[in-house]
Nanobody, 123 residues
Framework: VQLQASGGGLVQAGGSLRLSCQASGRAFSLDHMGWFRQAPGKEREFVAAIHWSGGGTYYTDSVKGRFTVSRGSARNTAYLQMNGLKPEDTAVYYC?????????????????WGQGTLVTVSS
């Protein structure tokens, strides 16, 4: 299973970016697709997730009201719309697939990971 994340870049504070994630490869289970980020010198942290069949969405508190996770019309595609970006949002963003049950906030339960896309927010 391969995940391709894209859409990162350099943006000024207050700006917007939309990240995309496309999953492909052999057949796989998909319970949640999640977005995580890792800033320099920090641990990877949960950002958002979407329950694939039910459509429920979940966010870490720091991005609520600014970020929106959604499914795309293409098969196994998801987006992370990021508005009102802040310098503290600067990080490498990863999409990942959790195929089975488990805490969607924990990186440990995600089996498949994309390569990451860098988001840099300037002040």
């Amino acid at each position: 299973v391969q995940l391709q994340a894209s859409g990162g870049g350099l943006v000024q504070a207050g700006g917007s970016l939309r990240l995309s994630c496309q999953a492909s490869g052999r057949a796989f289970s998909l319970d949640h697709m999640g977005w995580f980020r890792q800033a320099p010198g920090k641990e990877r942290e949960f950002v958002a997730a979407i329950h694939w069949s039910g459509g429920g969405t979940y966010y870490t508190d720091s991005v609520k009201g600014r970020f929106t996770v959604s499914r795309g019309s293409a098969r196994n595609t998801a987006y992370l719309q990021m508005n009102g970006l802040k310098p503290e949002d600067t990080a490498v963003y990863y999409c990942a697939i959790k195929p089975y049950s488990g805490d969607y906030r924990s990186p440990a339960v995600y089996h498949y990971w994309g390569q990451g896309t860098l988001v840099t927010v300037s002040s």
